[in-house]
């Protein structure tokens, strides 16, 4: 049985996103949520590339983890990751602005299936990120 997101607590979420620490460090921006579905962005500053003088992954997949993250937690009970995997399809450069867009895929019992793509401002793929949660029986407003 597919069971759809519905009644999204965008306020419960984004009160929590901006008590935590890492997507500010990094400068991850919150462009949207809504059931299922989240977009997040930043900038690609010389602090997040590797020695090659390219985005470094883990940066990478922080910005596609946090998209998945919001995405996943659009229910009101807490999501945690239980598994991914990532593709590093083109390097992203210094001074891109990046966009993660997570979109809900399917949910069998407390599993759930994300798809997360990132993005350049030329539209052109640099992640292709898939992300599994679980559903804890913990209310996001436990979190508070």
């Known amino acids: 049985m597919t069971d759809t997101p519905t009644n999204c607590p965008i ?3 984004t009160s929590v996103w901006h008590d935590r620490g890492l ?7 919150i462009d949207s949520i809504e059931d299922g579905k989240a977009s997040v ?4 500053k010389p602090e997040h ?12 997949f922080s910005l596609a983890d946090s998209a998945f993250a919001l995405a996943c937690n659009t229910r009101h009970n807490l999501n ?7 593709e590093f399809m083109r390097p992203a450069m210094p001074g891109d602005k990046l966009t993660a867009t997570a979109q809900w ?11 997360i793509v990132v993005t350049n401002q030329n539209n052109d793929t640099i992640v292709l990120f898939k992300g599994r949660s ?7 407003s436990d979190l508070k």
Not at 80 to 86: M, P, R, T
Not at 134 to 140: A, D, R, V
């Open 11 to 13: 306020d419960l979420i």
């Open 23 to 29: 997507e500010g460090l990094l400068g991850v921006t």
């Open 41 to 44: 962005s930043m900038d690609l």
């Open 49 to 60: 590339l590797n020695f090659a003088g390219t985005a470094h992954g883990g940066v990478l």
């Open 80 to 86: 945690v990751a239980s598994g991914c995997s990532i």
């Open 105 to 115: 895929v399917d949910t069998s019992g407390r599993s759930s299936i994300y798809d």
């Open 134 to 140: 679980h559903q804890t029986s913990k209310s996001l």
